[in-house]
């Protein structure tokens, strides 16, 4: 089974409002990742938070962790139809080498 | 070149022929993954390399997939004998250093394979 799943699988919003996605994961982690996936396109990395890191912010996303409860979330504040894209969370287990990515979120920002 | 290259980027073949999907790294980069991605789905990891080794193929979905490293650069997933349920999204990544404590992953654009 996948390392990561995702909440929700799809969010819509309007443009201006925030957006939160959740990650839950199973194992012991090194750190976790943010990527971010434009339709038919590769996957391009937003954010790493690493297993002693609560929290860390990159322009207009915040990441948080909260490895009691083996979870993560994405918040994109003042969204923006650009933002409109697949959400993916990545983890490696702690020793491991495998990138193991959850289903992702679809977020779809309406202008 | 700057990014991860991946070739071709369509390949639509019939049942049961043979395909080779291509990926050239960034240059330096140790680390070598192969994912797969169906329609509106999260990625399958399928193999590792680091150098031209292979830790873990358990990723693999059946022995008719194989792949190989060359040099610690470009890499070569080779599907057999292929089946309208390989028919996905085949995404290459790269990385620097050593697995489990960099992370951060560089993706091509991906090989679309269509099994008719």
């Known amino acids: 089974s996948q390392q990561g799943e995702e909440d929700p699988q799809a969010l819509s919003i309007q443009e201006g409002e925030n957006a939160t996605m959740n990650c839950s994961y199973k194992t012991s982690i090194n750190n976790l990742q943010w990527y971010r996936q434009n339709s038919g396109r590769g996957l391009v990395h937003l954010i790493l938070i690493r297993s002693n890191e609560r929290e860390k912010h990159s322009g207009r996303l915040r990441v948080t962790l909260d490895t009691s409860k083996k979870s993560s979330s994405l918040l994109i504040t003042a969204s923006r139809a650009a933002d409109t894209a697949s959400y993916f969370c990545?983890?490696?287990?702690?020793?491991?080498?495998?990138?193991?990515f959850g289903a992702g979120t679809r977020l779809f920002v309406k202008a | 070149g700057a990014g991860v290259s991946q070739s071709p980027s369509n390949k639509v073949t019939e049942k049961g022929k043979d395909v080779e999907l291509r990926c050239d790294p960034i240059s330096g980069h140790t680390a070598l993954y192969w994912y797969r991605q169906s329609l509106g789905q999260g990625l399958e990891f399928l193999i590792y390399?680091?150098?031209?080794?292979?830790?873990?193929k358990s990723g693999l979905p059946s022995d008719r997939f194989s792949a190989e490293r060359t040099g610690g650069s470009v890499s070569t997933l080779t599907i057999q004998r292929t089946q309208q349920e390989d028919s996905a999204v085949y995404l290459c990544?790269?990385?620097?250093?050593?697995?489990?404590?960099?992370?951060?992953?560089?993706f091509g654009e991906g090989s679309r394979l269509t099994v008719l």
């Open positions: 990545a983890t490696i287990n702690t020793g491991g080498f495998k990138t193991i």
């Open positions: 390399f680091q150098g031209n080794s292979a830790p873990d």
């Open positions: 990544a790269s990385s620097l250093g050593q697995p489990g404590q960099t992370g951060e992953l560089f």
